[in-house]
């Protein structure tokens, strides 16, 4: 069943707001689009503005790095399905870059609404910057959110995308400043047994009894 508009910000650990979009690829059913794989649902301001295209386009040069990561983009503003249409040709005429990954024409606002991304102190007529990271069950991983005026980090959205994919996979923590390779944070002992074997067990960089790091 397809969920209801609301104004409430969907938060951390919610399940993914369900939604039907015509968007640039087709009609899109967002539940089918994330099923057996991680989603990045973005929002930008307005199509032929200069930070936006930027972002956009950053998005389609790593596009490989995200099928590689089993991580499908979907991107959306409040502007019409032929202002996405002309605004992704133009792009690609000047620059040779494609977004060839499904934008959404939200001009009810009906899915900006759904994730919070109209924020009035910000702006009433353009969605912020927002970043939804979403795993293949449904769940909400991570936002963030920027101003219409401050571009988003590539290389941090990246960062995050696969910290959480190492965390769900090994069952660890990332620290401070993480980077793929660099050694993780394992979970502290909640027993004595345990905290007897954690300070056996000499493949840990151990700074205290409640934080010790490995690598994978």
Known sequence: METNVRNAMPRIGDMAPDFQAVTTTGDLKFS??????WVILFSHPA????VCTTEMSGFAVESDFFKNHNTKLIGLSIDSIFSHIAWVNAVDEKTGVLFNFPIIAD?????????GMLQPGESETATV????IIDPEGKIRLIMYYPLNVGRNMDEIKRALVALQTSDEHKVAM???WQPGQQVIVGA???LDALKERKADATLDKT????????L
């Open 175 to 177: 620290p401070l400043n």
């Open 189 to 191: 002992p909640k027993t």
């Open 32 to 37: 089918e689009y994330n099923k057996g794989s």
């Open 129 to 132: 910057r927002a970043v939804f």
């Open 208 to 215: 205290d009894w409640y934080l010790a790091k490995k690598n």
């Open 107 to 115: 001009l009810d606002m009906k899915v900006a609404n759904l994730y």
């Open 47 to 50: 199509d032929f503005t200069p």
